[in-house]
Nanobody, 121 residues
Framework: QVQLVESGGGLVQAGGSLRLSCAAS????????MGWYRQAPGKQRELVAA???????NYADSVKGRFTISRDNAKNTVYLQMNSLKPEDTAVYYC???????????????WGKGTLVTVSS
């Protein structure tokens, strides 16, 4: 059983900052990439940022220069530092992990339940 638990969402004014955390727990053998996605009302889920086990990162154009993704491999935890938040950043943010439960087992995606970020104007 694998669990991804997000925390850190909330209500913030435009221009403010929030830091999201996501901890993966369970019988995990290895984690490849971890990332954050978001889904705004009436819109499709989209990638916000991702980071590999080696530390390579990828960002959506809309958040480049404002958001920073990082991870602590020892704690199986990924973070998203969000600065200069805009009302259009309002969404449910989901944690994702591409991981394996054993050396002979294929990797697959796991998802958290999401945390709501609301940015007021």
């Amino acid at each position: 059983q694998v669990q991804l638990v997000e925390s850190g969402g909330g209500l913030v004014q435009a221009g403010g900052s929030l830091r999201l955390s996501c901890a993966a727990s369970g019988s995990i053998f290895s984690i490849n990439a971890m990332g954050w996605y978001r889904q705004a009302p009436g819109k499709q889920r989209e990638l916000v940022a991702a980071i590999t086990s080696g530390g390579s990162t990828n960002y959506a154009d809309s958040v480049k220069g404002r958001f920073t993704i990082s991870r602590d491999n020892a704690k199986n935890t990924v973070y998203l530092q969000m600065n200069s938040l805009k009302p259009e950043d309002t969404a449910v943010y989901y944690c994702n992990a591409d991981l394996s439960l054993g050396p002979q087992l294929r990797r697959r995606d796991y998802w958290g339940k999401g945390t709501l970020v609301t940015v007021s104007s």
